[in-house]
């Protein structure tokens, strides 16, 4: 096993993702950032410089469990201190096992702002992949605003509230073009065609493919709001992994990708071999206001510059959930996959709940909304500083009168900064529960994403959780993921083994989300980590505490 290392400088950068130039986060001068690649069982170690001049970083390895490593899960107020600028933190952790990840800044809105890349784990030497494949090719999704994230985050915690609005533009390996379409010739809409020669920083990244070859295309969305639709036109594809986990390949004509997810899909390059092919990604979920994003599938030795002859494949309308939950229905664990235990030892049921707070609107679960409290929780459990944040756990559970088809009739909740406290090495099902936000008939879909785990993923429903529903759970092959979706309106049944020490957020991977509270921290046994690099620890209560001496 191997020993990866990388610098990493984060800094503001000019760019122009979707050919408008904005301020971008970048790193080493690159947007988005260098693809970590290493294989399983390495340790990965990137040295972090915030080039930031006035503002703290971090960056999550998504995906990454960061086993007995909880310090290097890289949540600001969570797992460790801010970095400050001018000054350098090491990450180092092991990357288990293979699979398509990525990382993203996980302090304020900073994935927002572009700061994201790509992370693959390859097997290990003299392990197969149980799928073959000639070629890969790596797509990382996102969506892009106009509008700085300062602002954006300013917009969100105001009263009267400003929305952030839908993206100016999806972006496809960071590329994406705003106000022409590579495909405008094909429709007679009023859009312009792009005329674009390919050396632009908002160029389509082409997919260079032999044709009647087999590719991997590594699929993960980093969007900071939107769902996203997948197809490639008359191209089959077949779901192999999800999460880093294997899953029952199953064919399909496009998939759906929510926020904080990842795939592979094997394609074959069968068709007329004359011909390019579009690659298209749409919005799912909400009603959208963003033309599709777009790159090709160029088959060789064909020009890049030949059009598709038929236009991009269509995205499925935005609000045919059923079309979704099919998808999503489909993915079952790869034979041979760990199973969950039959039983668990403590089940929360969480209610996701858009509500007021003075007059600003928040997203609270079981009526708390998440406010992160300025010494990072995994120091203040260790050292057992409990004035850092609330000492009562927020609730397992909420009223079961409450009407999740309809607004909450109390609109207003609390913001808290309790904690769950998981004991070690137990089974926690999760039951997420999906409500009517604040304007009567919406209810929205919320990607959730555990940090230091894989769960299983037991079912999903409609309505309210029942004891019926109960008895439908999947224990015999559900998919072990890091996120799951809940539907609008319906609920999402996880499990996980509490194997991880250290003090994790769960959370709705919807940026201004997450912003707006939307989120739960997990500890478990926080107190008995070993390790904790005083670097992590240098802000709040533990900063004081180590000028005085006593860390070990
Ligand atoms: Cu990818 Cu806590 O997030």
Redesign the pocket.
């Known amino acids: 096993n191997q020993v990866r290392h990388y610098n990493f400088d984060v800094e503001y950068i000019f760019g122009a993702p979707d050919c408008n130039e904005h301020v971008v986060m970048g790193i080493n001068g690159q947007f988005p950032g260098p693809t970590i690649r290493a294989k399983a069982g390495d340790t990965v170690v990137v040295h972090l410089t915030n080039k930031l001049y006035t503002e703290g970083v971090v960056i999550?390895w998504?995906g990454i469990r960061q086993l007995g490593t909880p310090w290097a899960d890289g949540?600001a107020s969570i797992s460790q201190c801010a970095i400050n600028p001018g000054e350098t933190f090491t990450y180092r952790f092991l990357v288990d096992k293979p699979g398509t990840f990525f990382y993203?800044g996980?302090y304020g809105m900073q994935?927002s702002a572009g700061l994201y890349g790509s992370l693959i784990v390859d097997v290990a030497d003299g392990e197969r992949e149980p799928f073959h494949y000639d070629g890969e090719l790596n797509l990382l999704l996102s969506d892009w605003w106009h509008q700085s994230v300062h602002e954006q985050e300013v917009g969100l915690s105001s009263s009267p509230f400003r929305w952030i609005g839908e993206p100016q533009s999806l972006l496809i390996n960071g590329r994406g073009q705003y106000n022409c379409s590579l495909a405008a010739h094909y429709s007679n809409s009023s859009t312009n065609q792009c005329n674009l020669k390919g050396g632009e920083k908002c160029a389509p990244q082409i997919l260079h493919v032999q044709p009647k070859k087999s590719y991997r295309l590594r699929i993960a969305s980093?969007t900071a709001l939107a769902s996203l639709n997948l197809a490639i036109g008359k191209h089959k594809m077949v779901v192999v992994e999800a999460d880093g986990n294997y899953v029952q390949p199953f064919a399909v004509d496009d998939l759906d990708i929510y926020s904080?997810e990842s795939y592979s899909v094997l394609i074959t390059t069968d068709q007329n071999p004359k011909n390019n092919y579009w690659l298209s990604i749409g919005v799912r979920g909400r009603k959208p206001n963003t033309p599709q994003g777009l790159t090709l599938l160029n088959y060789l030795p064909n020009s890049a510059s030949k059009l598709p002859i038929s236009p991009p494949p269509v995205t499925p309308q935005w609000n045919d959930y059923n079309h979704s939950k099919s998808f999503s229905k489909r993915i079952f664990a790869r034979m041979g996959s760990p199973k969950p235990p039959k039983f668990y030892d403590r089940r929360i049921t969480l209610l996701n709940t858009q509500n007021k707070i003075n007059g600003y609107i928040k997203w609270a679960i079981n009526n708390v909304s998440l406010a992160l409290p300025s010494t990072p929780y995994l120091g203040s459990v260790k050292f057992l500083l409990n004035h850092t944040y609330d000492q009562t756990s927020p609730p397992e559970n909420f009223p079961s009168n409450y009407d999740v088809m309809n607004p909450p009739a109390n609109p207003n909740t609390t913001s808290g900064s309790g904690v769950y406290r998981l004991n070690y090495n137990t089974t926690v099902d999760v039951i997420l529960q999906n409500a009517n936000a604040l304007a009567a008939n919406v209810s929205e879909i919320h990607p959730w994403?555990l940090?230091g785990h894989d769960f299983w993923v037991l079912g999903y429903g409609e309505g309210k959780f029942s004891s019926e529903d109960e008895r439908k759970l999947n224990l015999k092959n559900p998919p072990l993921r890091n996120t799951a979706v809940i539907f609008p309106y319906g609920w999402t049944a996880l499990r996980f083994i509490a194997d991880n020490r250290g003090v994790w957020?769960f959370?709705c991977?919807i940026e201004p989300h997450?912003h707006m509270g939307m989120g739960v921290i997990f500890d478990i046994d926080g107190r008995n980590v070993k390790g904790i690099p005083n670097e992590a620890l240098a802000c709040g209560a533990t900063g004081r505490l180590s000028v005085n001496g006593m860390h070990h």
Do not use: K, Y
């Open positions: 999550h998504h949540t993203h996980h994935r980093t904080g994403h940090h957020a959370h991977h997450l």
